[in-house]
Nanobody
Framework: QVQLVESGGGLVQAGGSLRLSCAASGRTFSSFAMGWFRQAPGKEREVVAVIERGGVGTYYADSVKGRFTISRDNTKNTVYLQMNSPKPEDTAVYYC???????????????????WGQGTQVTVSS
């Protein structure tokens, strides 16, 4: 089992910055690929960014590429999402998730992620 707790959400102005954190406990953190997903009202949950176990390989949704950065610190069992220049359309509940099956590379669909945090609200004002 893995427990994930997100923090850092809140209200931010468009063009500002915000950093989300996700602290993991339980099984060895470095054995999981980690992802950030988001869900806006009335929409399906979608991938934002994912990072492989070692922290080198990453994937970004086109909508956030160049603005958001995912990183992880395996010594602190934490994954981060740095959100620069957010836009109102980035408003959503953001979830971190752990994927135990990605031995190499990353998965970008929710079905591969077995463990989820409770989510943190991010609201971007225009």
């Amino acid at each position: 089992q893995v427990q994930l707790v997100e923090s850092g959400g809140g209200l931010v102005q468009a063009g500002g910055s915000l950093r989300l954190s996700c602290a993991a406990s339980g099984r060895t953190f470095s054995s999981f690929a980690m992802g950030w997903f988001r869900q806006a009202p009335g929409k399906e949950r979608e991938v934002v960014a994912v990072i492989e176990r070692g922290g080198v390989g990453t994937y970004y949704a086109d909508s956030v590429k160049g603005r958001f950065t995912i990183s992880r610190d395996n010594t602190k069992n934490t994954v981060y999402l740095q959100m620069n220049s957010p836009k109102p359309e980035d408003t959503a509940v953001y979830y971190c998730a752990a994927d135990p099956s990605a031995t190499t590379g990353v998965h970008i669909t929710t079905r591969h992620y077995d463990y989820w945090g409770q989510g943190t609200q991010v609201t971007v004002s225009s």
